[in-house]
């Protein structure tokens, strides 16, 4: 059976698309054939979708909709019209007898593509977030930053884009007249940003789950000097256990969301922990033996149908 890729990674600087092209070819290629898949990458902006006597997706003149296969569709991409692309292709696919979504919970697609309605998710199960705001795309937004510090509170500040992945596009803001500055950039982007009170000296807890019950965890150290804990972005993963709070809350998060498949990032500084985000294809790559094949394992099976065996 077939395992499609779907993104745009030529729209990402040159190091980040050589490096994930690397990660595929010696990692997801050997680890999907050991768990029955033929791995392939298909570059959306090479996706041509028709709806004409049915729905079809051509790539190099082939329907590749055709064909039984597991997926897995970015929901986000560096290029804003990429990304309508990539959710046309996802909606079609949603609604195709052929393909599953590997990444996807069982309420539904996109909903770890909004940082902020995951924040907000977290929050109504109890689970301690850190305050966080929404900067609307317009040149008004420099306008707002009183009202954003009466609840961020003292700086420094986390100002990164709603929609995104990989650490792209992050700035940490240590005092107003920065922000503003920011602000007048963030204002001119086609994107929403959010902002949020800066933990200090966090590192990144990537806690992988089946089921809902956790199956491996990823610590992930910013190098030094760094804010930013992404591995894709230079930081540093070793294979922990974690602590007993996090693993009670990530379940919780999972069984919320009914996944075969999911991670729950988290943000710990100390003794002190805050969720980050949730990421329903979180990557396997960085993860030892026998973590890497156990997540691996869960991550290309996620979500599929017994029709598609």
């Not at 599953?100 to 109890?126: C, E, H, P």
């Not at 922990?273 to 156990?294: H, V, Y």
Request: charged share 25%; glycine share 6%; aromatic share 10%.
């Amino acid at each position: 059976m077939k395992f499609y890729w779907i993104d745009a990674l030529n729209e990402y600087e040159y190091s980040v698309t050589e490096g994930v092209i690397k990660v595929f070819e010696a990692v997801y290629e050997p680890y999907a054939k050991k768990n029955g898949f033929e791995f392939e990458y298909l570059d959306a902006a090479k996706i041509l979708p028709v709806s004409s006597s049915s729905d079809m997706l051509l790539y190099d003149g082939r329907d590749v909709l055709k064909n039984k296969a597991s997926v897995f569709i970015s929901y986000t991409n560096a290029s804003s019209q990429v990304e309508k692309i990539l959710e046309s292709i996802t909606r079609m696919a949603n609604e195709s007898k052929t393909w599953v979504i590997a990444n996807r919970t069982g309420k539904g697609i996109f909903l770890d593509k909004d940082k902020l309605a995951g924040i907000s998710m977290a929050r109504r199960l109890g689970v301690p977030v850190l305050p966080t705001v929404l900067i609307p795309s317009n040149k008004r937004s420099r306008m707002l930053v009183g009202d954003i510090e009466s609840v961020l509170g003292p700086y420094p500040y986390i100002l990164k884009p709603k929609e995104m992945l990989a650490g792209i596009g992050i700035l940490k803001i240590d005092s107003a007249e920065s922000f503003r500055s920011a602000l007048d950039i963030v204002g001119q982007s086609s994107r929403d940003y959010i902002a949020q009170a800066f933990l200090k000296d966090a590192e990144d807890y990537r806690v992988y789950t089946e089921k809902g019950k956790i199956i491996a965890c990823l610590r992930r150290q910013p190098v030094q000097g760094s804010y930013i804990a992404s591995i894709s972005r230079t930081g540093k993963g070793t294979s922990i256990t974690p602590p007993d709070a996090i693993v009670r809350l990530t379940e919780k998060i999972a069984s919320k969301l009914l996944s075969d498949y999911l991670c729950v990032d988290w943000l710990v500084s100390g003794d002190e922990f805050r969720f980050s985000e949730i990421e329903s294809g979180g990557g396997f790559s960085a993860l030892p033996e026998p973590e890497k094949s156990r997540v691996a394992r869960a991550f290309f099976m996620s979500n599929r149908r017994e029709g598609l065996k």
